[in-house]
Nanobody, 124 residues
Framework: QVQLVESGGGLVQAGGSLRLSCAAS????????MGWFRQAPGKEREFVAK?????????YYADSVKGRFTISRDNAKNTVYLQMNSLKPEDTAVYYC????????????????WGQGTQVTVSS
């Protein structure tokens, strides 16, 4: 199975940047889809970005983060990143990475493995 560990969260001012990392381990990892989700207190977990782990590495973003966030991968390090620029207070949440067999989707329940999350707080 796959284990995921997020890191890189913290406190930043509005307009600032953070880079989140998700270190992954497990067999058959190269065929997995990877996603980033976030959850604020009292709200449902929502989709942020996804990327194919296989050749091509196609990406897709939630409308709320398009143009500001970038998902990427480093297969040699078994790591997925989320570069977050121009952060807004509404981006404040716990950010989770997730892995799904075969293909990434935008639905949390589709994913098979989850990290513990990393807190991102954006001050105004």
């Amino acid at each position: 199975q796959v284990q995921l560990v997020e890191s890189g969260g913290g406190l930043v001012q509005a307009g600032g940047s953070l880079r989140l990392s998700c270190a992954a381990s497990g067999r058959t990892f190269s065929s997995y889809g990877m996603g980033w989700f976030r959850q604020a207190p009292g709200k449902e977990r929502e989709f942020v970005a996804k990327i194919s782990w296989s050749a091509g590495g196609s990406t897709y973003y939630a409308d709320s983060v398009k143009g500001r966030f970038t998902i990427s991968r480093d297969n040699a390090k078994n790591t997925v990143y989320l570069q977050m620029n121009s952060l807004k207070p509404e981006d404040t949440a716990v950010y989770y990475c997730a892995a799904r067999r075969v293909r990434a989707t935008t639905t949390p329940n589709d994913y098979d493995y989850w990290g513990q999350g990393t807190q991102v707080t954006v001050s105004s």
